[in-house]
């Protein structure tokens, strides 16, 4: 069985480094910034203000892809 946070099986659990623990926290508000920006996008009516939330989800896609490295 997997623990549903960190995909590791239960009972396989080891400490995260400091750093480790940082780059997690940055992923998962990345994340919440990202789906907030997405649900922002399907109901703005502004196109301008829609841009400005492209572009905005475009960084948070790049910092995302830098922390998967």
Do not use: C, F, W
Request: net charge positive; aromatic share 2%.
């Amino acid at each position: 069985m997997e623990d549903a946070k960190d995909g590791q099986p239960a009972g396989s659990k080891r400490s995260l480094t400091d750093g480790e623990r940082k780059d997690q926290h940055e992923r998962d508000s990345l994340k919440l910034s990202r789906a907030y920006v997405v649900q922002q996008i399907e109901v703005a009516n502004n196109e301008k203000y829609k841009e400005s939330l492209r572009q905005a989800l475009q960084e948070i896609d790049q910092k995302l892809a830098k922390l998967a490295r």
